[in-house]
Nanobody
Framework: QVQLVESGGGSVQAGGSLRLSCAAS????????MGWFRQAPGKERERVAT????????SYADSVKGRFTISQDNAKNTLYLQMNSLKPEDTAMYYC????????????WGQGTQVTVSS
C-alpha cells in the first residue's frame, strides 16, 4: 500500500506561484510512476503531470507545459509540483497519485489540496 498526503495549496493571484508537495509512504520503491491530477467543479479530472520514477522522465498536459514542473526527492519520499505563472483556469482541487506495483495505472490517491487563482 502507498499513502499520499498533499500540502501546499492555497489562494494566489494570477501570475503567482505555488509549490505543491506530496509526502509518500508505504511501498514507494515499487511505484513506476507518480503524478498530479486536478479536477475543477463540473469538469473531468485532468492529468497535469507525470514522472516515471525510475528514469525520471516527465510529461505534462499541454495546458501547463512551460509553467509547471514535477519533481521528486527520493530521500524524502516526496513529490513536488512547482506551479508558476498561474492562471484563473488553474483553479481546481489537485491530487497526488501513484501507480500500482508493476503497472503504469494510477491507483493510489491523496485527499487533495485546493488551488485557487484569482484574476
Amino acid at each position: 500500500q502507498v499513502q499520499l498526503v498533499e500540502s501546499g495549496g492555497g489562494s494566489v493571484q494570477a501570475g503567482g506561484s505555488l509549490r505543491l508537495s506530496c509526502a509518500a509512504s508505504g511501498y514507494t520503491y515499487s511505484t513506476y510512476c507518480m503524478g498530479w491530477f486536478r479536477q475543477a467543479p463540473g469538469k473531468e479530472r485532468e492529468r497535469v503531470a507525470t514522472i516515471y520514477t525510475g528514469a525520471g522522465l516527465t510529461s505534462y498536459a499541454d495546458s501547463v507545459k512551460g509553467r509547471f514542473t514535477i519533481s521528486q526527492d527520493n530521500a524524502k519520499n516526496t513529490l513536488y509540483l512547482q506551479m508558476n505563472s498561474l492562471k484563473p483556469e488553474d483553479t481546481a482541487m489537485y491530487y497526488c497519485s501513484a501507480c500500482g506495483t508493476g503497472t503504469y495505472k494510477f491507483i493510489y490517491w491523496g485527499q487533495g489540496t485546493q488551488v485557487t487563482v484569482s484574476s
